[in-house]
């Protein structure tokens, strides 16, 4: 079972941008296929990005398609999610993702090990 730690989650006002990370841990990092979720208040988790273990494929939600990059630096066991063009509809707890297969990366269902959630909140 893998841990997944985030952080980097903050207020920040509308148009500003964001860095996000997530720490792995107990198992080989290079081997794992990263995503990130999002769910805000009242609504079901949506798939945001995901990243294959040699930083391809990449796949984003059409709803940050542009305004988001996923990367990840398989030195430091970590992945980034940069936000820029911040909305408050990205309001929302992000949650770091550990997918089984890339192909399935959009599906909630399909997630081994999720992280605790970071909270960004976009003010307008």
């Known amino acids: 079972q893998v841990q997944l730690v985030e952080s980097g989650g903050r207020l920040v006002q509308a148009g500003g941008s964001l860095r996000l990370s997530c720490a792995a841990s107990g198992r080989t990092f290079n081997n794992l296929i990263m995503g990130w979720f999002r769910q805000a208040p009242g609504k079901e988790r949506e798939f945001v990005a995901a990243?294959?273990?040699?930083?391809?494929?990449?796949f984003y939600a059409d709803s940050v398609k542009g305004r988001v990059t996923i990367s990840r630096d398989n030195n430091k066991n970590t992945v980034y999610l940069q936000m820029d063009s911040l909305k408050p509809e990205d309001t929302a707890v992000y949650y770091c993702?550990?997918?089984?297969?890339?192909?399935?990366?959009?599906?909630?269902?399909?997630?081994?090990?999720w992280g605790q959630g970071t909270q960004v909140t976009v003010s307008s």
């Open positions: 990243i294959g273990w040699g930083g391809r494929p990449i």
């Open positions: 993702a550990a997918p089984s297969t890339i192909w399935r990366a959009r599906d909630p269902g399909n997630i081994d090990s």
